[in-house]
T-cell receptor
């Protein structure tokens, strides 16, 4: 794809620590989506952001999880006080502004979070 | 609510065999439908899509037809290769225009192709 960049690719955290996952969308894309993939499962939608705004966070756990997409810089998914159940692959996707029809979202390679 | 159901895997085939991976959906309105492929250790790549009933998406020898009457979007390929071994995800979007919006994924089907 044209370059959704996620980092780090792999992240190990101890229980109770914070995890910060970064996503730089394709240049010119103003929409960012975060998904979580638990082992042996499909991807589950977490949150949809546009620059400086959260549009839909219906899939985000109410506690410990937050996301932002500032005017400058990457989108950040933040997990506070991680627990073992947070271990998963977290994927970011980006798409162009609304009104550009027939385009798809491009996915990054994911961040694999392991909580020990 | 909207949902996607795929056939369970793994699906194991010999090279040059015919492939079908079933996908059915439940949705209100007129969703767009997608197949994504995930190679080991990689992110998802869009394989093909269809935005309205009776559309056929195709790419790299794979095809899927948007069947509204049976709410299905089965993936097919006439002759698989070892390099097709991957996990395949069926997905739908609420936005019929083709802008993906929020995607709802099936659980994924693992395909293993043996030489």
């Amino acid at each position: 794809n044209a370059g959704v960049m996620q980092n780090p690719r792999h992240l190990v955290r101890r229980r109770g620590q914070e995890a910060r996952l970064r996503c730089s969308p394709v240049k010119g894309h103003s929409h960012v989506y975060w998904y979580r993939q638990l082992p042996e499962e499909g991807l589950k939608f977490m949150v949809y952001l546009q620059k400086e705004n959260i549009i839909d966070e219906s899939g985000m756990p109410k506690e410990r999880f937050s996301a932002e997409f500032p005017k400058e810089g990457p989108s950040i998914l933040r997990i506070q006080q991680v627990v073992r159940g947070d271990s998963a692959a977290y994927f970011c996707a980006s798409s162009p502004p609304a009104g550009q029809r027939n385009t798809e979202a491009f996915f990054g390679q994911g961040t694999r979070l392991t909580v020990v | 609510g909207n949902s996607v159901t795929q056939m369970e895997g793994p699906v194991t085939l010999s090279e040059e065999a015919f492939l079908t991976i079933n996908c059915t959906y439940t949705a209100t309105g007129y969703p767009s439908l997608f197949w994504y492929v995930q190679y080991p250790g990689e992110g998802l790549q869009l394989l093909l899509k269809a935005t309205k009933a009776d559309d056929k998406g195709s790419n790299k020898g794979f095809e899927a037809t948007y069947r509204k009457e049976t709410t299905s979007f089965h993936l097919e390929k006439g002759s698989v290769q070892v390099s097709d071994s991957a996990v395949y995800f069926c997905a739908l979007s609420d936005k019929g225009s083709g802008n993906t919006g929020k995607l709802i994924f099936g659980q994924g089907t693992t395909l293993q192709v043996k030489p």
